[in-house]
């Protein structure tokens, strides 16, 4: 059983859910604004179960907490794309689209693992992440097939996210499932749903990788976990 | 504000029943759009189980200058209240 395949798992709904977070207050929208932070808190909560099952399996000690405050950004094991900065709205949604997509084919797989306990979260999780992926793909839709300022924006989100899409389905053993069969499911939805939306799929396939082995983190991501961890490494035995 | 979305009504069954009952309003593009909206702002704490939204532009309603003759002449017609009949005990709570 791989406490590394249950790392990628939650260290990637631990830095999605804390780049989601950081609209809270700043949405478009009131509305957009607590969708946000309700996904946000979704995938904190799915980072409790994953961080949790892996602290337990490893067995030295460690809780959710100390994995999620006190790892530095090489010991992290979540994909390139969830590091990516939000900018603006655009890419924060179609960011989250092409997770969503991955993220429910992916938990879908992991609802049969014979693991009882991943199992058990995968199944938990794969309702709020369905949910997800509808909201995402349906403000892709609205946006890439919206105004002209939104049409292009959208477009240029996809361009600038597609080359983190290959290491979504790039397979090995650490994974808890093959990672490399999902991008089928994969390609259908984003297909359908990038029609509907007016966008055009880039051509190139070419892939960043090293998010998910930890062999090359962006930069990004340091100065994520520095925001992040800032106050339960200054103040190790806080309470909140 | 003309770029501002249209308003809706959000109507929600709290539990099996009982009736939908208005919760408030929000803003969204479509009919989609709103249920998804709804279901992230007024069912976060499990509210419900059933979720309407309506236009709000589609509601006709009374004005509050018409409460002298719509309302009042209710006030001294005590007897539209079922409340001068015995009703027996076995028939439990109503």
């Known amino acids: ?240 | 504000m003309s770029n501002e979305w249209p308003l809706w009504e959000v109507f929600i069954r709290g539990q099996h029943g009982l009736s939908h009952r208005h919760v408030g309003s929000l803003h969204a593009s479509d009919a989609e759009h709103a249920l998804q909206n709804a279901r992230d702002v007024y069912t976060r704490r499990k509210e419900g189980v059933s979720i309407w939204v309506v236009p709000a532009a589609d509601i006709t309603a009374s004005a509050p200058e018409d409460k002298g003759s719509f309302y009042d002449p209710a006030d001294d017609k005590v007897y539209r209240h079922p409340t001068f009949f015995d009703i027996p005990d076995d028939v439990g709570a109503m």
């Not at chain 1, 607590?34 to 979704?42: E, G, R, V």
């Open chain 1, 1 to 240: 059983m791989s406490v590394e395949g249950l790392l990628r798992l939650g260290d990637n709904t631990l830095v999605l859910g804390q780049r989601l977070s950081a609209w809270c207050g700043h949405a478009p929208a009131l509305e957009e604004d607590i969708a946000l932070a309700n996904i946000a808190l979704d995938l904190i909560g799915q980072t409790q179960l994953w961080l949790g099952l892996a602290a337990a399996r490893e067995g030295q000690g460690r809780d959710a907490d100390t994995l999620a405050f006190h790892r530095d950004a090489w010991d992290f094991r979540n994909l390139l794309l969830v590091e990516q900065p939000n900018r603006d709205f655009g890419v924060t949604m179609m960011r989250q689209f092409l997770f969503d997509t991955w993220h429910l084919a992916a938990l879908t797989a992991l609802t049969e693992h014979a693991d009882a306990d991943i199992s058990a979260i995968a199944q938990k999780a794969v309702k709020e992440v369905t949910y997800h992926r509808e909201r995402s793909t349906d403000t892709v839709i609205a946006l890439g097939d919206g105004t002209e300022e939104s049409h292009n924006r959208m477009q240029s989100a996809l361009d600038r996210l597609w080359p983190y899409v290959g290491e979504m389905f790039a397979s090995d053993d650490a994974d808890l499932t093959n990672m490399a069969a999902l991008r089928a499911p994969f390609d259908t939805h984003v297909t359908a749903t990038l029609a509907e939306a007016t966008l055009v799929r880039p051509d190139s396939d070419f892939a960043h990788m090293g998010g998910k082995t930890g062999v090359r983190h962006s930069e990004h991501l340091g100065h994520m976990l520095a925001t992040m961890q800032v106050l339960p490494r200054s103040y190790p035995d806080a309470k909140w």
